[in-house]
C-alpha cells in the first residue's frame, strides 16, 4: 500500500487530511476462522484545497482488491429492478439507437447488461474478477476478464470497433490511476457516444453521514466540481444528472464529448454544492467531528441492550468499515445474515462476526436486527417481514444519527 502526495485529479500537492477512520483490513476479505491472521491498512482521508476532491490518502494494490470479487450485483432484487430502469433511461438518449454496441466496465455479473440485450442490443461486459465473469458468461453476457486502461482499450476498439455508450457503473471511484481511465474511455467511445457514469455522491456522504461507504477500494469521493473538473480534462461535457437509488443515493452522470447545453438539473446541482459549502475543506473537517459523536451514539444504543439478543444484516463492504471503526464485533452482534451464498460460512474481516443465511440467523430469535446494508432497508424489511415473520426491532445505523425502530 502506497500513501498518496498528491491529488488524484489535479495532481496538486496541497491536500490536507481531515479524517482517520484506524487501520482496517480490506472490507470484503472474509476470513474462514475467526482466529485467523490478517493484515490491516491506514484508512483516512484527504480534501484538495486546488480542486475540492476528497480522496483516500493510501493507494491499495487493485489486483489483491479486485482479482476474486465476492459482491454479486443480482443478489440484490432493488439492482435487478434499477437495471431495467437503468436501461431505457440510457436507451432514450441514444442517437442511431440500432448501430453499435453497450461497453460495460467493472460490469460484474452482467446484470446492467442483460436489459439491454433483451431489447435486441449488442453488448460487452469488461471486469476484472475471474470468479464474476465466468457468472457472466454463463448467463449468455459477453465479458473479458482483465482492468480497464487505455491500454486494454485499444485492443478493445481493435477488436470490437467504437461504443457507442459506455457505461461506468460505481468503479472510477476504485480506479487507482483515473486519468488513464478516462483516456481509455475516450479512445473507446464513438464521437457522438454517451459516457454513464455512476458513483457515490460526496454531497450524499457529507450531508448524511455515509462515512460507511469509506474504504479501500473507494480511492475518490466525487462532487460535481471535482468530477468536472476530472473529465474536462479529456474532453467529456457533463449533459445530464438523475439520482439512483443504490448505495443510500448514486450520482448517474451523462457525459458527450463534444460541449452540450447543460440540463437544468445540471445547474440545480452545483447551486446546492455552492449554498452548502460542499467544497470547502471547513465542511469536511466538520463532516469528520460528526463521525466521532456518531459512533457514541450507536455503541451506546447497543450497551444499553447488551443482554438482548442482536443480529445484524448484510454483511456489505460498507458495513466493514461501520463494524471496525466503532470496535463492534461478536460480543455486540451474535451473526450476521446474508443473502449471498458466496459469504455465509466465513466472518467478517477485522470483526470477526459469523455470516450466516437469513433462515439460520432468524431460528435465533433476535430482539433487534441491526441493518448494516441499511441503503436496502426496504428491501430488507420486507423479506424479513414477509418471509421470516419477525416482529422485533430494528437498529438503524445510518443514515445521519442511529436509532431503533420498531416496525411490524
Known sequence: MTRITF???CRSKNIKEFLDLGDQP???SLLKHPDEKEKFYPLSLSYCLNCSLVQLNHTADPKELFSNYIWVTATSSTARNYAKEFCSNVIARIKNSKTGYILELASNDGTFLLPFIEKGHKVLGVDPAQNIVNMAIENGIPTKCEFFSSSSAKKIKKEFGVAKVIIARNVLPHV???HDFIKGISICLDDDGLLVLEAHYAK???QQLHYDSIYHEHLCYFTIKS????LNLYNFFIEDIETSPISGGSLVVYLRKNKVKESPAVKDYKSAEREIKLNTYKSWLNFAGRVKKHKEKLLSILNKNKNKTIV????SARSSTLLNYCGIGAKQILVIADQNPLKQGFYTAGTHILIQS???VMKKNPNFVMILAWNFKDEIMKILKEK???????IMPLPNKPKVLWKN
Do not use: P, S
Open 176 to 178: 487507482a490511476n483515473t
Open 204 to 206: 450524499k456522504i457529507f
Open 227 to 230: 468530477m468536472e473538473k476530472l
Open 312 to 315: 445484524g444484516y448484510g454483511a
Open 26 to 28: 480490506y472490507a470484503n
Open 388 to 394: 421470516c415473520n419477525y416482529k422485533g426491532k430494528y
Open 358 to 360: 437469513q433462515d439460520k
Open 7 to 9: 491529488c488524484r485529479v
